[in-house]
């Protein structure tokens, strides 16, 4: 039983591996590369501008156009080039936007919400970085708009949409405390008076009213649209969500990568009566949300005109009735901002948005990966550092798990009194695998040893560790979080490497050697923790063990430095308590007898 458990042990291991190598591995490469790509890409565009491309296509599609995930929905005007924001964005009458939280402005044309910037977050660590761009103009190369608008039948003449040319009333900043009016009327009487609210935060509640001054009823259909012409530079990773996102209907949560999209063409779900949908980011997000008041039709598309491909989500309502001298209104909430967790829970409860906190990916460890956060959140409000709150929830999780642990450990340390035993029962019966076994398992029974218990410190460990990834990866509150020292941001990896001495030698690493100083730290706690257990008898595993820490070094130093600070402190902590168990079981500690060993002379099969 004594082989068998470290068979389990080693299993256990082996599938953390295997889960930290093929889930994980990548992904902090891929945000750093998406980063990169991005500003790159911005600042060559603003710097150099693009020319002009008369068949760049529509910002929105015409009627009938393959893929049409919503058919009717109308036509935008045709960029005539792809300018950059700030020139796209005087190319047209507009409304400033002014908040604690955002600036930018609303294009006249077509009521489009399409100049949006984050003042509180940076494209760097570095708050004299660039401000994050959220939405463009559809002229822009990455054109990223909301838009709300009417269609419906050809007798209720021309209907507020992407072209429309919409007049301003009084007021031309949009604030928290001052709304802009907009207004147009048509050639059939229908008069369109549109007010655009907007919080401190990023809801944006735009109040559509109709006046129907003709002598025939109308029947109007009220739509909103999220469209992207882009996606994000790299591909999306296995652990997060980022593409078209949107809880409707009785489907609930649906979440459409770029990809299914690109093949589907189309996506239509059932009709809802409550929900919201739109596209979202690893840390923003753009999203519509329905009144209610009537039905709609929620979908997904993908269209590439020439080249130029575009995502959309959208919905369009039931008819709305308006008789003649009477007058409906219809309203839209638009969500363009940072998916911080307290504002869009914030939003679920207060404004009832039908689960709008699944607009986080918290994954499928949700139960352990929220509380975390909030343990994580909690800790930092009074602690003032997102480092030490890890260091703190560390210390919580281990007082949860206590109790497992050190039953776990007591047993370790009941085995390691007994060895003497268990060595008299394998020389005894050496050539009778079964009775050795049997006479193992009786020995066990009497000293009241579980063999199986040296795993489960290890297994614990993994639904833990995944949630805390998660929390790290894709929580905004994390984002360019400092701990101290030369980590500045806890959600990137650590920036130093040994292999040019922590940057005293003038060159760049390539990026699989940044084996920085918390990596090492890491991997050499894991290493003192793995010698207070003897070496495995069996060959193979203790090959593993000797390797682990080393393998584990060189996986975690790509990974958030909050996470591998984590690890190493988590370590730390089960050395010390390993070591205060098996001292008040009598049991001897191996650390200090392995590392002896390791520089000792292996004697030769001679010898």
């Known amino acids: 039983m004594e082989n068998n458990r470290n068979f389990f042990i080693t299993i256990a291991l082996s599938v953390l591996i295997l889960t930290v190598w093929q889930v994980f591995y990548m992904n902090p490469k891929i945000e750093s590369q998406r980063e990169t790509a991005r500003i790159e890409q911005e600042r060559t565009a603003a710097e150099q501008g693009q020319a002009a491309t008369n068949n760049a296509g529509a910002a929105g599609e015409a009627p009938g156009l393959p893929g049409s995930a919503t058919p009717g929905l109308p036509a935008a005007a045709s960029p005539a080039g792809e300018a950059p924001a700030a020139a796209a964005a005087a190319a047209s009458p507009r409304l400033t936007i002014d908040t ?67 007049t ?157 001298g009477a007058s409906a209104t219809v309203e839209t909430r638009v969500f363009a901002g940072a998916k911080e967790v307290g504002t869009i829970q914030a939003y679920e409860n207060d404004q009832k948005i039908r689960q709008f906190d699944l607009l986080i990916d918290w994954g499928w460890f949700y139960f352990i990966t929220k509380p975390m956060f909030y343990l994580i959140d909690w800790l930092y409000k009074a602690l003032g550092n997102f480092g030490l709150a890890i260091l703190a929830t560390t210390v919580v999780v281990k007082a949860i798990f206590f109790p497992l642990a050190n039953k776990s450990y007591k047993s370790m340390a009941n085995m390691k009194k007994v060895q003497p035993k268990m060595l008299e029962i394998r020389e005894k019966y050496a050539d009778d695998k079964m009775k050795q076994q049997q006479a193992m398992m009786e020995l066990y029974k009497t000293e009241k040893i579980n063999p199986l218990a040296g795993c489960w410190p290890v297994l614990i460990q993994i639904p833990v560790f995944f949630a805390l990834y998660k929390v790290l990866y894709v929580t905004i509150e994390m984002r360019h979080a400092p701990f101290f020292g030369w ?116 004697p030769t099969p001679a010898e």
């Not at 991997?523 to 820490?549: C, E, H, K, S, Y």
């Open 168 to 324: 301003a009333e009084g007021n031309q900043t949009l604030t928290p405390t001052t709304p802009v009016v907009l207004t147009f009327t048509n050639d059939k009487g229908l008069a369109f008076r549109r007010t655009i609210a907007v919080d401190q935060s990023y809801m944006f509640t735009i109040s559509d009213t109709v006046a129907n001054a003709g002598d025939k009823s109308a029947a109007l259909h009220n739509y909103g649209r999220v469209m992207r012409f882009d996606k994000p530079t790299t591909a999306s990773i296995y652990v997060l969500h980022e593409g078209l996102i949107g809880v409707t209907g009785e489907e609930g949560l649906q979440e459409i990568d770029y990809s299914d999209v690109e093949e589907a063409k189309q996506i239509k779900p059932g009709k809802s009566t409550d929900g919201w949908l739109g596209i979202t980011d690893k840390y923003w997000a753009v999203a519509l949300v329905p009144s209610g008041q009537q039905a709609f039709q929620p979908g997904y598309a993908y269209f590439d005109d020439n080249g130029r491909p575009r995502y959309r989500a959208d919905f369009v309502t039931d008819a709305i009735d308006v008789a003649p």
């Open 487 to 602: 980590i500045q941001d806890l959600a990137a990896p650590d920036p130093t490497s040994v292999f040019n001495l922590f940057g005293l030698l003038p060159y760049t690493v390539p990026a699989f050697l940044l084996i920085g100083v918390w990596p090492l730290i890491m991997g050499v706690t894991m290493f003192l923790q793995m010698r207070m257990n003897p070496t495995p008898p069996d060959p193979t595993q203790a090959m593993i063990f000797n390797w682990m820490p080393v393998i584990f070094t060189f996986m975690l130093a790509s990974f958030p430095a909050g996470l591998v600070i984590y690890w190493a402190w988590n370590n730390f902590l089960s050395i010390v308590q390993q070591g205060v168990i098996m001292k008040r079981q009598g049991a001897k500690i191996e650390l200090w007898d392995n590392l002896i060993g390791l520089f000792k002379k292996k």
């Open 100 to 166: 604690p939280s955002l600036s930018g402005s609303i294009s006249l044309v077509g009521g489009r919400i399409d100049d949006v910037r984050l003042k509180r977050y940076h494209e760097t660590v570095d708050d004299r970085s660039p401000e994050i761009q959220l939405l463009n103009p559809p002229d822009k190369p990455h054109g990223y708009f909301a838009e709300v608008g009417f269609i419906g039948q050809p007798d209720a003449g021309a209907l507020p949409g992407a072209d429309t040319l919409w």
